[in-house]
């Protein structure tokens, strides 16, 4: 009686036992999924040795046999020391803080190539600063950064090829010379200022002086240039005032000439002309031959009318 309920209980643990089989086996196969990104890199290992290296995409470990050993960027990465104490050839103490760029081009190398790469190259660039600022004095260090950092990049970039990293480039970040160093040379710098400040305003006033000289010389030569001109129209307008007079008379002339004008009219004509004459202050006249008789009534009453005149002064 109780051997099917005995075989069925049987087939419900084995169907049991077969599904938490199956859930793990397809748990352990999922977890053996590996995606590699863009711009990684995964060093695997197999049974605690190095095996390969996987690149971008989707791979398969073998459960319990393979293990990523890790995962490696490839992007360029940065590091940032702090201020490092450095004594430059003339016995100064200072502190220099750089700037590492760096890229891991071998993910291999990198991973046991060195224990901790990162600390590994902290130390080695602060040995490297601290070496090649001791070859040179403290005017050298600061104002030969740029000759620095070349050679902190070829130094390192030599040292840390064998850990599978490139450095790309070291900038010294800031230099921070002892503090009596520092105030004489902010002390220089304001003297500087003061002297290019100094060298500008006197720049300035030169400047300013012969723009005005310039301003009043041409300002001179203008006004110039103005009377010259004006004269010019002046004397030009006083011969035109003139020509217009004489070629009025010209035209008069003209005009008793085409009238057939007779001794008589050219004879009053004259004594029009010692009428006017007379109305003059001259003592004396000079009298054409033909207008004597006339003349010398005329010179006769002139006469005594200014002695006249001389009497009563």
Do not use: C
Request: aromatic share 4%; hydrophobic share 45%.
């Amino acid at each position: 009686m109780y051997t099917p309920l005995i075989l069925s209980n049987a087939g419900t643990v084995v169907l049991v036992v077969l599904l938490v089989l199956l859930v793990v086996a397809l748990l352990i196969a999922l977890s053996s999924i590996r995606i590699v990104r863009q711009s990684q890199t995964m060093v695997i290992e197999r049974l605690g040795g190095y095996y390969t290296t996987w690149s971008t995409g989707i791979h398969f470990l073998v459960p319990f046999v393979d293990r990523v050993s890790l995962v490696v960027s490839l992007k360029e990465q940065v590091m940032d020391y702090p201020p490092q104490p450095v004594i430059t050839r003339d016995n100064v103490t200072m502190q220099i803080d750089t700037v590492v760029y760096y890229q891991i081009t071998d993910a291999k190398a990198f991973t046991y190539g060195v224990d901790n790469p990162n600390r590994a190259l902290e130390n080695l660039t602060a040995t490297t600063l601290r070496n090649i600022i001791g070859e040179i004095d403290l005017d050298g260090a600061l104002t030969s950064r740029e000759l620095i950092n070349g050679k902190m990049r070829i130094i390192l970039d030599e040292a840390t090829d064998p850990w599978g990293i490139k450095v790309i480039r070291v900038e010294l970040k800031n230099i921070i010379p002892p503090k009596d160093i520092r105030e004489a040379m902010e002390k220089q710098m304001r003297a500087e200022r003061e002297k290019r400040e100094n060298i500008l305003n006197a720049e300035g006033q030169k400047q300013s002086a012969i723009l005005k000289a310039q301003g009043v010389k041409e300002s001179a030569i203008l006004e110039a240039e103005a009377q010259k001109q004006s004269q010019i129209l002046r004397a030009e307008g006083e011969a035109e005032a003139i020509l217009k007079v004489q070629e009025a008379k010209a035209r008069g002339i003209e005009a008793i000439k085409a009238a057939g004008a007779d001794r008589s009219v050219l004879t009053i004509k004259g004594y029009e002309a010692l009428v006017e004459v007379s109305k003059g202050q001259a003592t004396k006249l000079i009298i054409p031959s033909d207008l004597q008789g006339l003349a010398s009534i005329v010179s006769s009453s002139k006469e005594m009318w200014s002695d006249t005149t001389k009497d009563k002064e």
